[in-house]
């Protein structure tokens, strides 16, 4: 006992040394905490330290006071040094400060150093302490004296020091907790040191030999089988534990693996336990509901199952809504585990049923805030009690509507409360039913049953407590609830006295007579039977009855005053076209309108916001009155109505001044009325039919003949380009309209047609967008809108000319806009679409364009819209005229005037047309100012037009005598022209010899002859000679003669070539012809604009060898030109297979079918986010034939081809069919370059439909729109040359003006029946 109490003591003074010693130890650490803050704070605030020293800094301010007290200085240079001295002293003193902070800093340091040492001794003390504390405890917990602790020291394999340790050390701690013993462990050393008495250190030595002398083995279980090991807080597996206490189970959850350690002799009848386990699994899926019901309240339900059964149980979630359980165990326990789980499930299903409840019922339920559902459900949760669980009784949601119909009352409870719950509600529902009267009632008195606001009925409730009253408006049923029966009798006696006073009556009345009844035209009618007869009347919901409520008397007579007032007031509406309203009521008391009503007896109302007119009266007078009407704005009986549609300017002079011309037509033509409408300017004319023809007629001539004046107002930029007068011919573009410039606007005046055409032209010169009209009568306009309803037929227009199509009902008229090439081509497809919807109604006569000004005359049109009462307008855009009438005779008959007309012009109008080269002649016919025209036309009294841009002289006489006189008169003038301007050709060797040096030989040649020699600008080897006839011919012979005497000094052989073979024969920078003049000693000489080589010099024999040479490089090249043309007729074939050959009608030409020409070459649609339509039209030109011709294609010029070769180069533009791409290497005689193989027809490529647009050079540009489009007009037999220079660029003549290029001598014969020579 006394060992036992020194112990204690000894235990308890080591503890109270021990802690002595850690609080000496913190206090220690403290203190070094803050003396290591304070040296921080010492560096951081640590003077920076000068370079130089104490005692280098006093010789420095010694050697400046010297010098400041011993020298003679300035006062300036004394005060500099007094101020060095001065810095000096301060790095002096701050050097100081250093000193004495790196001392603290050092005393700190030493301070630190000393408290770090108490550190270490206090740590090693208190280690020493704790050591001998933990042997006395040690000696306690073993129960002997610290002097009977023994040390013993195990060595333990290196493989086996894990499972000696054990996961963190669990293995040794469990050793310590069972023996007692302090196991300390050597890793590096592998020893294990033992700690403790005699007895405990054996029981250790033994426990941990059964470890390091243990084996392992690693046993494969299922997966369920180790889901059942750990079920239940792993029971069964420590009960297998403890059946072998000598085997250590090492088992992980995650793993099917279990590993076994012990000795042999015991592995065996632990692994063949686990082996023999027979565990299996089974899943079922199950809802959020039941997945609460398997789980329980606090998992009561699944631990309950476990234990019972020895199975795991987990249940995981699936989806928000549903779960999965799955239940491990011994295959013997599974099938009575899910026999309980489906027992649990089926008993607690929640079933839900519904039972239909009336409305007042469910009032009465839901009363007081739900008070009887309250106690319904309190009822039915006593009564079901006892089995467990719980029931649900509600409403569903309805709306204000369906409150008025039966409802339905839902019924929540689990399979056995259900039958419980629903047969106390329908008890409940008896109940009340067994106190509902039901009572019908007609209903149209439901509404006086109910009351303003349902005043009616609310009073009704209050005459009995608690009465509920339901009242259904369709069927006319009345059901009143109370519990008490006096209650219920009472209000049916109020709802009896309610119908008799409140019976009902329909009368039908049409739809226009229900503003007169409730208008001031039924004012009286309402005060008689409302205050009079004191009946309540209104119109039903749906305007078809008058609704009479009051008493059986007070119905029936109210009933009669309707019905007499609507026989007096019967209506009927009649709609009025847009413009003919004014019609009615023009004229104040003598109005349409007014004429009616006093004819008619009847009352006449026009509606402007519906356009219609309202007829009031008695049927008959009604009836009668329309009809007048009808006939007024329609015509019928005889009488005709005609609608004209007329340009603003036009329309004051139909109307005259104070309407002076209408009373004169009106007055010219019996029983006729015309009108003009002021919102639309429609002229309306009214009459007998033959009358309105007449007047239609003559309305016509003056719209024909009326000159207009519009002003279009410009800005400074658009003035500084119409300055130009070519630019203002451009615009007017032979049109008959006067134009006027100012600063700020540009007046036009002519006709309207012609002034919208040249408006148009300086729109699209100010915007650059083209504007055209095509005018439409009233009712072909109405067919147009009602067509285009569907968007593909102006789409399809649209996306193949790339122009922009509206309707404008405001000027009766289809709008197209774009640039002016398309919207030519447009306007072709418009016509066509009119043709198919308005058959006959449209035709355009076709006039060569040199006749289309004396075609378009004033007069004559206006007479041949006078006979034929078709409307007529010169169309400048397609160089036509167009007919308009929606009476197709009327068409066919202006045809026929036009036709006997344009006979007439042709009689009296001559057209001269001059070649390109003659193009120097129209100058000195118009002579300078137009003095020489001006002469020509007094001489022949005939008037002469010069167009440069046609390169045409019209001549137009009075009668066809003097017009070939003047013909032959200006003829004779021509070639007198001709005689005074001579050109001549020279080869182009002889030029430079020919003009001198400085032109000393040309000047002397002219001067010698009197005439004026010049070069071409154009063609460089032809001269010009002018002067009169005789000087001219001389020197025309002197020329001649000098040429000779060249050429017969020169002599030389020529061969013709042709353009395309020049660049072979030049070769790269003149290599392949300077090879030629070296090896052979010719001189050889190409002819550009003769198209001839010509060699020259050398004997015979080597002149004869260089024609041949010549001649192989020209067959070479044609070889390959020939190759090239068959492999573009396999593209062209293998495009006409894939596309095949597609012919379109050209309106109402009459001329007879014509083959399809295919383009060269496709050209590329450039990608947009239009709709393909290409398949919907041509890829080529529709309606034009080609047609050969004998004549060989003009030379072009040097430029000309340096331009054409330029062209070429663009993957963009059209080459000419005999454009022949420059070769790229020098072509020689004896190393012809071998040509490509020409692609099979299956390897070309899909042609491309080609664009309506072009670029390239403006030739290729014009000759591609003169395919393109059929804008000019002339007869079948008639053959045109068309120019390709000039300075206007018309598209109408379908070439570009501003090229050089000479024409093409082909001709194209369009669809419409006229050639164009090109």
Same mark, same amino acid.
Request: proline share 4%.
């Given at each position: ?75 300036? @240079? ?91 050390? %669990? ?59 750990? *079920? ?29 350690? +012990? ?12 082996? /023999? ?15 609460? $019901? ?50 649990? $499930? ?68 689990? #399979? ?83 119908? %008799? ?47 009479? #409520? ?52 009847? #009352? ?90 007449? /007047?239609? %007629? ?40 006067? *134009? *006027? ?92 679409? $009119? ?63 036009? @036709? ?26 118009? +002579? ?13 009294? /005939? ?66 002859? =009197? ?14 000679? @002018? ?42 920078? +003149? ?10 000693? /010719? ?13 020259? +010099? ?30 573009? =007729? ?36 450039? %990608? ?88 390239? *050079? ?61």
């Amino acid at each position: 006992m006394a060992s036992s109490a020194d112990a204690f003591d000894l235990s308890r003074k080591l503890r109270d040394r021990l802690r002595e010693t850690n609080l000496e130890k913190e206090r220690i650490q403290q203190k070094i905490t803050l003396v290591n803050e304070m040296l921080q704070k010492m560096y951081a605030k640590k003077p920076k330290r000068s370079r130089d020293s104490k005692e280098q800094m006093e010789n420095q301010i010694e050697e400046l006071e010297r010098k400041r007290t011993i020298t003679s200085i300035p006062l300036a @240079q004394e005060k500099k040094i007094l101020r060095q001295i001065e810095m000096i002293q301060r790095q002096k003193k701050t050097l100081v400060d250093a000193e004495e902070h790196e001392v603290t800093i050092q005393n700190l340091k030493n301070e630190l150093n000393l408290q770090r040492d108490l550190l270490r001794t206090a740590i090693a003390a208190a280690a020493e302490i704790d050591a001998a504390l933990a042997k006395v405890e040690l000696a306690k917990r073993l129960g002997c004296a610290t002097t009977d602790l023994q040390m013993r020291v195990v060595d333990c394999p290196a493989e086996k020091m894990g499972p000696v340790i054990g996961k963190n050390g %669990a293995t040794i701690k469990q050793l310590e907790d069972r023996t007692g013993v302090q196991v300390d462990v050597d890793k590096v050393g592998c020893k294990i040191h033992l700690q403790g008495s005699e007895t405990a250190l054996r029981a250790a030595v033994e426990e941990l030999e059964s470890i390091t002398l243990a084996v392992e083995e690693l046993v494969d279980l299922k997966q369920e089988a180790i889901s059942y090991l750990f *079920t239940n807080r792993m029971a069964v597996l420590n009960e297998i534990q403890s059946e072998h206490p000598g085997v250590y189970f090492d088992i992980n959850r995650d793993s099917t693996t279990m590993k076994l350690r +012990g000795k042999p002799e015991n592995l065996g009848p632990a692994k063949a336990k686990l082996l /023999c386990l027979d565990v299996s699994s089974r899943t079922m899926d199950i809802t959020s509901r039941e997945t609460s $019901l398997i789980v329980g309240k606090g998992g009561a339900t699944i631990i309950r199952l476990m234990n019972d059964y020895g199975v795991s149980i987990n249940v995981s979630s699936v989806e928000s809504t549903s779960s999965s359980v799955e239940v491990v165990g011994l295959t013997s326990s599974l099938d009575a585990t899910f026999v309980e789980i489906e027992s649990i $499930l089926f008993e607690n299903e929640e079933l839900e049923e519904s039972i239909l409840v009336q409305p007042l019922v469910r009032n009465k339920l839901l009363a007081n805030n739900g008070a009887v559902m309250k106690e319904l459900q309190a009822e039915i949760k006593t009564i079901i009690e006892p089995n467990g669980g719980s029931a649900l009784i509600l409403f569903e949601k309805i709306s204000r509507d369906e409150g008025k119909s039966s409802s339905a009352m839902i019924v929540k409870a689990n #399979r056995t409360n259900l039958p419980i719950a629903k047969e106390a509600i329908q008890k409940k529902i008896a109940e009340v039913e067994a106190n509902i009267l039901t009572i019908h009632i007609d209903p149209d008195i439901i509404p006086a049953v109910l009351g303003k606001g349902g005043s009616v009925i609310a009073s009704l409730r209050e005459l009995g407590a608690g009465t509920e009253i339901f009242v259904d408006k369709s069927s006319g049923e009345v059901k009143i609830e109370s519990s008490d029966e006096k209650s219920r009798e009472a209000v049916t006696e109020a709802i009896d006295k309610i119908v %008799a006073e409140n019976q009902v009556m329909k009368i039908e009345i049409v739809k226009t007579l229900i503003g007169q009844i409730l208008g001031d035209a039924g004012k009286d009618l309402r005060k008689k039977i409302t205050e009079d007869i004191g009946a309540a009347f209104n119109i039903n919901s749906t305007d078809t009855h008058v609704v009479f #409520r009051g008493t059986e008397e007070q119905i029936n007579a109210g009933a009669e005053l309707v019905r007499e007032f609507i026989a007096n007031n019967y209506t009927e509406e009649s709609e009025v076209a847009s413009g003919d309203e004014i019609l009615l009521i023009i004229g104040g008391n003598k109005s349409m309108l007014s004429a009616l009503e006093k004819t008619h007896n009847v #009352r006449a109302n026009l509606r402007k916001a519906t356009n219609t007119v309202s007829i009031r009266g008695s049927k008959d007078d009604v009836q009668a009155a329309t009809n007048e009407l009808k006939v007024f704005l329609n015509g019928g009986d005889g009488i005709v109505i005609c609608k004209l549609n007329v340009a603003e300017g036009v329309r004051g002079m139909i109307i005259g001044k104070g309407g002076s011309n209408l009373t004169k037509l009106e007055e010219k033509y019996e029983g006729v009325k015309v009108n003009v409408s002021p919102s639309n300017g429609q002229v309306r004319i009214r009459g007998p039919e033959e009358a309105v023809a007449k /007047c239609r %007629a003559e309305i016509l001539t003056i719209i024909a003949t009326a000159k207009v004046t519009e002003t279009v107002l410009i800005s400074s930029e658009d003035h500084e380009v119409l300055s130009k007068p070519e630019t203002i011919r451009k615009i007017s573009n032979g049109m008959p309209v006067q *134009t *006027t410039l100012s600063e700020s606007f540009v007046r036009f005046r002519g006709l309207a047609s012609d002034v919208r055409f040249a408006k148009a032209s300086l729109k699209e010169l100010q915007t650059g967008t083209y504007e055209t009209y095509i005018e439409l009568d009233e009712s072909q306009l109405a067919k147009v809108q009602a067509a285009v309803r569907d968007p593909s037929h102006f789409n399809r227009i649209r996306d193949a000319s790339f122009t922009c199509l509206s309707v404008d009902k405001g000027s009766s008229a289809i709008v197209i806009a774009g640039k002016r090439g398309a919207v030519k081509k447009s306007k072709q497809e418009v016509f066509k679409f $009119l043709n198919f919807l308005l058959p006959a109604e449209f035709d355009r006569f076709k006039v060569p364009k040199q006749l289309l000004k004396a075609m378009g005359d004033i007069s004559q049109l206006a007479g041949v819209a006078a006979k034929s009462s078709a409307s007529i307008y010169v169309d400048w855009d397609l160089n036509c005229i167009q007919v308009r009438s929606p009476d197709a005779e009327s068409v066919q008959k202006a045809m026929q005037l036009l @036709q006997k007309r344009l006979e007439e012009v042709e009689k009296l109008h001559m057209v001269q047309r001059f070649d390109q080269e003659d193009v120097w002649l129209l100058s000195k016919i118009v +002579g300078k100012g137009g003095t020489t025209i001006q002469k020509l036309q007094e001489e022949t009294g /005939c008037k002469i037009d010069a167009s440069k841009d046609d390169c045409t002289v019209s001549i137009l006489g009075e009668n066809e005598d003097t017009v070939v006189k003047a013909t032959a008169t200006f003829k004779a003038f021509v070639e007198k022209l001709r005689r005074e301007c001579v050109f001549i050709d020279l080869p182009e060797p002889a030029i430079s010899v020919f003009i001198g040096k400085g032109g000393s030989n040309i000047k002397q040649l002219a001067e010698t002859n =009197n005439v004026k020699i010049e070069r071409v600008r154009k063609i460089p080897t032809r001269v010009q000679i @002018q002067g009169d006839e005789a000087s001219v011919e001389a020197a025309k012979i002197s020329i001649n003669s000098w040429l000779a005497a060249w050429e017969s000094k020169n002599t030389g052989v020529s061969i013709p070539i042709q353009d395309s073979v020049i660049p072979a024969i030049i070769g790269k920078s +003149g290599s392949v012809i300077n090879q030629i003049q070296k090896e052979l000693g /010719c001189r050889v000489d190409i002819d550009r604009q003769a198209l001839t080589v010509t060699v020259r +010099g050398g004997t015979e024999g080597q002149r004869k060898e260089t024609i041949d040479r010549i001649n192989l490089i020209v067959s070479e090249q044609q070889r390959m030109l020939e190759e090239k043309k068959e492999a573009e =007729n396999l593209l062209r074939a293998h495009a006409s297979e894939e596309k095949g050959k597609l012919q379109v009608p050209n309106g109402n030409s009459h001329s007879e079918p014509t083959k399809s020409v295919t383009h060269e070459e496709a050209q590329p649609v450039a %990608a947009d986010q239009r709709k393909d339509r290409s398949k919907e039209f041509a890829s080529r030109p529709v309606g034009i034939a080609y047609t050969s011709n004998s004549k060989s294609t003009p030379k072009p010029t040097k430029q000309e081809s340096k331009s054409k070769r330029k062209s070429s180069a663009k993957p963009e533009a059209m080459p000419k069919p005999e454009a022949v791409p420059k070769p790229e290497a020098v072509l020689k005689p004896e190393a012809v370059s071998k040509p490509k193989p020409v692609p099979k027809p299956e390897a070309v490529p899909k042609p491309v439909p080609i664009k309506p647009q072009i670029e390239g *050079t403006t030739a290729v540009k014009g000759l591609f729109n003169l395919l393109m489009s059929d804008e000019d007009y002339v007869d079948a037999d008639e053959s045109v040359v068309v120019p390709i220079s000039g300075e206007n660029n018309d598209v109408g003549n379908g070439v570009d003006q501003n090229s050089d290029l000479p024409p093409v001598k082909s001709v194209y014969k369009s669809a419409s029946g006229f050639s164009v020579r090109v």
